[in-house]
């Protein structure tokens, strides 16, 4: 029997899970007044929940094999429907228009605070964008992105504060700090593979923190820098309210500058190079491609990025210390990427607005977003590793049967 | 001198526990070619399992040495289940996936069970008993060396052989051995690949656990981040000693864990989680294949 074999599999994975996670769910124990707490109701829930998700889990899994073999046959799946909106212009002109006119009323219709709120997940879409470049495109996992958005934080932060630097004038400073750190710290270990490659990265994210935390006479230590000026226009004077709703105006642009330039990147040499390069390293360096150069330059651009997202950052919060430059911070950046769709610049943008205000606005689950960013990296590596926009591979397609003539048509990733 | 000999023994200590933790990263390397980033964590969950276990019994008023055993068996089973299921969770579908899909959902694992136990347990340190008695015999040299790091640089040599003995004399060591050369020709001769790497993460998880149990009844305090650290200073023993080879991890390890002793010891103890990351970074760039790893071509 079909149904009872799956139900026994669903039972025994459901007993397992009970049993795994027994003591560290059920007992609780105070060991300074030495009482134990059993909490059996969450067991019980457990046990229901690992039942029905293993359900899932298998259909799933099932689903993705039998994608893949439908693949391996050479059958396409038929085109999905966010790519036959991007397609028809029918459909895109009018949504486009729709976010533009959103995108420009929603600090007038919405409070102070939802504004503020979305700088946050702008700066978010700027930071994706840039790790984009590095591991979406380029394939090189960078687990210390953090540290270069530091830089830039920390770059404002320092000139503001010796010498009156506005943050206008701090803005290509701290990209170029970004870029420079990209390319120090990226020049010894590019020549490492990639998995090596993300622990390094990780250590120096970590070096750079705790450098950060200790070094007293530079940065002032885990107290930071207070009293960061938000960005000038031309010395007027602004309510808080006019400042948020200018910085607002000043992120999309600067989110858009990022879009249109990755854009550009994407389609050019150095993209395609690097595209290149996360698909086959040996075979990329036998069609000629300098790994090293071609590497450090996508190594540099995200640092860039993160630089100056780094600078708005400090200018948003008018505050920071080293404690916003955490390991999380970076894998949060990474999730975002990895939710939206590795490579795909519309994908990154929505896997910002999506982690960034879901939590924000489902406050009662807030304590459980690092969980659940877990929970979403392994989930969308098992059964969806183009992430939820997934960038399709750049292909011609020819038409027509005349050999000798053949009409080949560009198709242009979404 | 004998300044020179406590951070000897302090950083022996410390390397028998980073080689406990390593050599779960190396066999794993070794055999799937995968940085199982959330090998800390089972490390921490082992820790925590054995901290409620040891809890409950010394409120029922169990003696020490019976309490130590017991907490210790339930943390290894506890963390040679918790690396089953993660091996089949996040790591098996992914066998044939590239290997960024693998090591991004290794680290998705690891903030997942960090968090899974921050809000199951608490945030807070917890105080862990001391459940190692002090030895009479050590006592006229107490001033220089204390009861549980014997303790624990015994267990690891324990350890160590027993697991040398398992990969050299036994059927499955032999099959681990054909899997990590060679997956599909180990396939071919009849090895059941899935088997051996579930053994392989469940082996590396029960040594994992007693480092967990020996450092946290050593040290007095756990919470749920220790995972995080160590599991990064294991991976760089186990780097620096070459990844994949087990002599290399335990050699790397006690070089590592000596190298932090002194370096707090005589410079400076700020710094001590930079200088493992510097060293990590300069043997990357300098000595890749480590210290006795072989350096192998890439393969087309």
Known sequence: MFALDEIKKSFLTSIWFMFLTFPIMVIRVNTVENIVQWRWERMFLIGIGSFFLSFIWRYLLKRKERGRKKADRGEVDRISWNRRIAREPRFYIPALIGVCGFVLAFPFIFSLYQTNIMITALIYVITGLGLNIVVGLAGLLDLGYVAFYAVGAYSYALLNYHFGLGFWAALPIGAGLGLIFGVLLGFPVLRLKGDYLAIVTLGFGEIIRLILENWNEFSFGPSGIANIPRPGFFGIEMSLQQATIYLYFVMIILALGTIFVVRRLQDSRIGRAWIALREDEVACQAMGIDKTRTKLSAFAMGATWAGMAGVVFAAKTTFINPASFTLWESITILCVVVLGGMGSVIGVIFGALTLILLPEYLRVFSEYRLLVFGAVLVVMMVFRPGGIVSQVRRTYQFKGTAPDKPNAEAVSPG | ?300
């Open chain 2, 1 to 300: 001198m004998e300044y020179f000999l406590e951070l000897l023994i302090g950083g022996l200590t410390r390397g028998s526990i980073y080689a406990l933790i390593a050599l779960g990263y190396t066999m794993v390397y070794g055999i799937i070619e995968l940085i199982n980033f959330a090998h800390g964590e089972v490390y921490m969950i082992g820790a925590f399992t054995a901290l409620i276990v040891a809890s409950i019994l010394s409120i029922l008023g169990w003696n020490e040495i019976a309490i130590l055993f017991i907490a210790s068996v339930v943390a290894v089973v506890y963390s040679m289940a918790y690396g089953y299921t993660l091996e089949k969770v996040a790591y098996k579908p992914l066998r044939h996936a590239p290997r960024l899909s693998a090591l991004i959902s290794a680290i998705g694992m690891s903030l997942f069970l960090q968090n899974y136990v921050l809000l199951a347990q608490t945030s807070d340190f917890m105080p862990f008993p001391s459940l190692i008695p002090d030895l009479k015999f050590l006592e006229p040299i107490a001033y220089l060396v204390s009861t549980p790091e014997v303790v624990i640089i015994v267990t690891t040599t324990i350890v160590m052989v027993l697991l040398t003995f398992l990969i050299k004399f036994t059927r499955v060591g032999k099959a681990m051995r054909a899997t990590a050369q060679d997956r599909e020709m180990a396939m071919l001769v009849g090895v059941d690949v899935d088997r051996v790497i579930s053994i392989t993460f469940i082996v590396g998880s029960a040594t994992a656990a007693l480092g967990g149990v020996l450092i946290a009844s050593h040290i007095g305090q756990i919470n749920f981040y220790i995972g995080f650290i160590a599991g990064i200073k294991a991976f760089v023993a186990a780097v620096l000693g070459g990844i994949g080879s087990m002599p290399g991890a335990v050699l790397g390890s006690l070089v590592l864990g000596c190298a932090e002793s002194f370096f707090t010891g005589f410079v400076s103890s700020d710094y001590e989680d930079v200088f493992a990351f510097v060293i990590l970074v300069f043997i990357l760039i300098f000595r890749p294949a480590g210290i006795l790893g072989r350096s192998d071509t890439q393969k087309v």
